[in-house]
């Protein structure tokens, strides 16, 4: 919808403050986007899918080979640039994608889930391109379902569940308001359950799994001591993070 | 989103710019890519049809249809088969490998250009590739000291706009395909009847009544057929009028029919 492709359902959707159903040319020049799917023209190489997608923004020419110059160099495709695209990596797919939404300068970046399905290199390296991105100062719309990547990269995050925004903020506020600090998981055992239900009266139990989390506002050190006197099986104490916030509000049924 | 008045949209006329001609561009620089490969199988396989039909076939025949060899009287026959053949197929699976594997259209529309450009574009680039392939095969025909008058070159106008009008034709069938094998229908009960009963072998006249109705009203490549012997003898079957009318009449129908039916069928 943001990009003027779907019409809207209801309401009014305004990109940069022009109203996607008026003049969705002028938003769509100025924004790129970075689908999920792979669609990438495989009838060129990398360096003509970026020249033949500068031509649907009518950037001239000279200017076009300039910036794939540049874009090839950000995207590490300086080796790649008279490859078919059905000769690259996934990642290196990813970069592409990247790229080629990058190559009208826009001011609003649609990223749909940019790393999925990557290798831990390849994740990192589009990390990097993002962070670049934003200092740049692009205006940045990412959609993920790894929550450790809306935490690393997101000045706000906004958490969706059918349809609808469930929870606004920024990660380490949202973490802190629904979760707390620290989580003890232990091996579930129906002593331990009881036990330390007694001594954490206060704290969220969760049992999921064959693994009992517990939540607590309480601050650091409150586990280890417990741990010091009940050393419980499968015990480890970690930080709260965004995936217990959205498994918290959205609960733990697949949603399909 | 359910649109409520998709209906009444379905002959709503698209709104087109300049950008028409990026897609188009982009499919000819495709095509560029691999010219050799493009050119010289379409080349030959005239040569086929005119050595096998003209000369084999013709031999036993042995009368002439309508003060002509019978390898003269199929040649306009196997230039408007070319001219359907390349726009057709270009619309139907050439198209639908570039909207439904490959992704391209999507990757189209998030740019400045809008949907109905794209398939704008892609049926004006049909209609391109009827005239390569209808040139082609001209030259060939022409080549062979088989064309009289001298107005044969006017064959390349006319497979412009038989090759929109096939070209829009096969998009209508691109959008109602639910997958690539839906095209066998299209393919065996549309143009397999023209490839026989369009005038192409023999006369229209020759066929039985109710197939000469259903020939002249119902079938296109009746009327390319019609207009690229006239063109090539200076004399043919049916008014040529009747058939230049009958073309300008269909092909904006189902133009702007394709743009909307596409269009539906992306934007969900």
């Known amino acids: ?256 | 989103m359910k649109n409520p008045d998709a209906k009444a949209k379905i002959f709503q006329l698209p709104e087109l710019t300049y950008r028409v001609w990026k897609v188009w561009r982009r499919n000819v620089d495709v095509f560029m890519k691999t010219w050799k490969v493009n050119f010289f199988p379409p080349l030959l396989e005239p040569i086929f049809y005119l050595a096998a039909l003209g000369t084999g076939l013709g031999y036993y025949l042995g009368t002439q249809i309508e003060g002509y060899s019978y390898t003269q009287f199929i040649a306009p026959g196997i230039v408007a088969i070319t001219i359907m053949y390349s726009s057709f197929f270009e619309c139907t699976y050439g198209s639908f490998v570039r909207m439904y594997y490959q992704r391209t259209f999507d990757a189209i529309i998030a740019t400045p250009i809008s949907i109905e450009e794209v398939i704008a574009g892609e049926i004006l680039w049909g209609a391109t590739r009827a005239v390569i392939g209808g040139g082609i095969v001209l030259a060939v025909v022409a080549a062979f000291g088989l064309i009289s008058s001298p107005l044969f070159a006017l064959i390349l106008v006319v497979a412009f706009f038989s090759g929109l009008m096939f070209s829009a034709m096969a998009m209508c069938f691109t959008a109602l395909a639910p997958s690539i094998d839906f095209f066998n229908y299209p393919q065996y009960l549309f143009i397999t009847p023209m490839f026989v009963l369009g005038g192409t072998f023999f006369p229209v006249a020759k066929l039985p009544e109710a197939l000469q109705v259903f020939a002249q009203a119902v079938l296109p490549l009746t009327h390319t057929v019609n207009l690229a012997r006239w063109l090539m003898f200076g004399s043919s079957e049916l008014s040529i009028v009747i058939s230049i009318v009958w073309i300008a009449a269909v092909t904006p129908f189902f133009f702007v029919l394709a743009v909307n039916l596409m269009k539906r069928k992306l934007v969900k």
């Open chain 1, 1 to 256: 919808m943001v990009h003027c492709v779907l019409p809207l359902t209801s309401g009014i959707l305004s990109v940069a403050g022009m109203n996607v159903s008026e003049k969705p040319r002028e938003i769509k020049k100025m924004i790129g986007v970075a689908p999920q799917e792979e669609n990438l023209d495989p009838d060129f190489s990398v360096t003509t899918n970026l020249l033949v997608y500068a031509r649907y923004f009518d950037i001239p020419r000279e200017d076009a080979l300039k910036r794939v110059e540049n874009l090839l160099r950000f995207a590490q495709l300086e080796d790649k640039r008279d490859v078919r695209i059905d000769q690259l990596s996934t990642g290196m797919k990813r970069r592409l994608i990247l790229a080629r939404a990058l190559i009208n300068e826009p001011q609003v970046l649609l990223l749909d889930e940019p790393t999925t399905g990557l290798d831990p290199q390849a994740r990192h390296l589009i990390w990097d391109k993002v962070r670049s991105l934003k200092k740049q100062g692009v205006t940045i719309i990412l959609t993920t379902h790894y929550m450790d990547e809306a935490a690393e990269l997101c000045d706000r995050t906004l958490i969706m569940d059918n349809g609808k925004i469930i929870e606004v903020g920024k990660p380490a506020e949202l973490v802190k308001k629904h979760v707390g600090e620290d989580v003890l998981e232990v091996d579930y055992d129906p002593e331990v359950l009881k036990f330390l239900q007694e001594r954490f009266p206060e704290a969220r139990l969760e049992t999921a799994g064959d693994r009992i989390r517990v939540f607590t506002d309480q601050p650091h050190g409150v586990f280890e001591d417990f741990l010091k006197d009940f050393p419980a099986k499968g015990a480890t104490i970690r930080n709260a993070n965004l995936e217990d916030v959205f498994l918290k509000l959205t609960g733990r049924q697949l949603r399909e």
